[in-house]
């Protein structure tokens, strides 16, 4: 599976923002699940938002019901890399934040946000990046 490099985590105060990078190499953008997912101080891991292009370049996407209208992942083919634009932080979102990736699974994916089903061969974990939200 291509490696994933997570980056652009940070420390904020409520209200601001962060703009999270995760970078694939040898990443095509059609038939993969992208995204993130979250584990804070005692918490369970958790998904936050993922992203799917179809064959067509069309984009799905999915967030967590906590994050929607705050959160939006977005991809940058030539790059090769997604992003997690982070608006109106909260400190609820702070955590280590890890890019994840699957491939093969479908755009009608029912498992895409849960953290269990990025342990086949057919998926891939970046390695964290830690953001910090302060009141």
């Known amino acids: 599976q291509v490696p994933l490099r997570d980056s652009g985590g940070g420390s904020v105060q409520a209200g601001g923002s962060l703009r999270l990078s995760c970078t694939a190499s040898g990443y095509t953008s059609t038939n993969y699940w992208m995204g993130w997912f979250r584990q804070g101080a005692g918490k369970e891991r958790e998904g936050v938002a993922f992203l799917y292009t179809t064959r067509d370049t069309r984009d799905i996407r999915r967030y967590a019901d906590s994050v929607k209208g705050r959160f939006t992942i977005s991809r940058d083919d030539a790059a090769n890399t997604i992003y997690l634009q982070m608006d109106s932080l909260k400190p609820d979102d702070t955590g280590m934040y890890f890019c994840?990736?699957?491939?093969?699974?479908?755009?009608?994916?029912?498992?895409?946000?849960?953290?269990?089903?990025?342990?086949?061969?057919?998926?891939?974990w970046g390695q964290g990046t830690q953001v910090t939200v302060s009141s």
């Open positions: 994840a990736a699957s491939r093969y699974k479908g755009p009608e994916w029912t498992d895409v946000m849960l953290p269990g089903a990025y342990g086949d061969s057919l998926s891939t």
